[in-house]
């Protein structure tokens, strides 16, 4: 497998990478129409952890973390790692050092399509991953590959400079000419859901605040007491 390194890829505005940091996947995943999101088999290894960033890219070979190697050079303050490979990977390609090396270039946290380890570790130094599996296999550094291409992961397609949103309910992509139009998309859902928050604090129903029971009507939903329903009194 032969590949390239690709060197300065443009980037979202680092404003617009701030704006979607201040909202949760689910809300920037809905605000831009149920878009977006990694499969739900990408799982935090931590809790209460939310990151954002820009994407830097890694396609490499099963069990072979030559390339994230290669990836680290290219790595910068702001940055996110996204790690996949050629087919399907459980192995422990990234851990501490790696983390390491990366914390040290202002990296901000790793999404993998593959394994972890030295989970404690990451935990403790707070650097957040992100990753397909948990495992202390280790892996070779034999096989070429590549940095800052496009990669896919569950069926979305992640290019360098793309932004990258996680926490505990999974990861997002943003591609990065919409960074500023998707910040705006989830202001504006935020504040939809504040109002419809206040509105059910004060015993509002959502079958009366989004027009509900019409749809049951229409679908053919209906309501009968307990004794209508079973014939039985009650």
């Given at each position: 497998?032969?590949?390239?390194?690709?060197?300065?890829?443009?980037?979202?505005?680092?404003?617009?990478?701030?704006?979607?940091?201040?909202?949760?996947?689910?809300?920037?995943?809905?605000?831009?129409?149920?878009?977006?999101?990694?499969?739900?088999?990408?799982?935090?290894?931590?809790?209460?952890?939310?990151?954002?960033?820009?994407?830097?890219?890694?396609?490499?070979?099963?069990?072979?973390?030559?390339?994230?190697?290669?990836?680290?050079?290219?790595?910068?303050?702001?940055?996110?790692?996204?790690?996949?490979?050629?087919?399907?990977?459980?192995?422990?390609?990234?851990?501490?050092?790696?983390?390491?090396?990366?914390?040290?270039?202002?990296?901000?946290?790793?999404?993998?399509?593959?394994?972890?380890?030295?989970?404690?570790?990451?935990?403790?130094?707070?650097?957040?991953?992100?990753?397909?599996?948990?495992?202390?296999?280790?892996?070779?550094?034999?096989?070429?590959g590549s940095v800052n291409v496009p990669v896919a992961i569950d069926g979305q397609v992640i290019r360098?400079?793309?932004?990258?949103?996680?926490?505990?309910?999974?990861?997002?992509?943003?591609?990065?000419?919409?960074?500023?139009?998707?910040a705006e998309a989830s202001e504006a859902r935020e504040a939809k859901e504040a109002r419809a928050r206040?509105?059910?604090?004060?015993?509002?129903?959502?079958?009366?605040?989004?027009?509900?029971?019409?749809?049951?009507?229409?679908?053919?939903?209906?309501?009968?007491?307990?004794?209508?329903?079973?014939?039985?009194?009650?």
């Open positions: 497998m032969s590949g390239v390194i690709v060197t300065n890829p443009p980037k979202a505005e680092q404003k617009d990478v701030e704006a979607l940091a201040a909202f949760g996947v689910a809300t920037v995943s809905e605000a831009m129409g149920r878009a977006g999101l990694l499969g739900p088999g990408i799982r935090p290894i931590q809790q209460g952890v939310r990151m954002a960033g820009t994407a830097v890219t890694v396609l490499g070979w099963p069990g072979d973390n030559l390339m994230i190697h290669a990836a680290v050079e290219q790595c910068g303050e702001g940055d996110v790692l996204v790690v996949t490979t050629t087919s399907p990977s459980t192995d422990g390609m990234f851990g501490e050092l790696f983390a390491t090396a990366l914390q040290r270039r202002g990296v901000r946290g790793l999404i993998i399509n593959a394994g972890v380890r030295d989970t404690q570790e990451l935990r403790e130094m707070d650097f957040p991953a992100w990753s397909r599996a948990v495992s202390a296999q280790g892996t070779v550094k034999a096989t070429g360098p400079g793309d932004v990258i949103l996680a926490d505990d309910d999974g990861v997002v992509v943003v591609p990065r000419e919409r960074a500023r139009a998707a206040a509105a059910f604090l004060d015993g509002e129903l959502g079958l009366d605040r989004y027009g509900l029971r019409e749809t049951l009507r229409q679908l053919g939903v209906e309501y009968r007491t307990y004794e209508e329903y079973t014939g039985e009194p009650r």
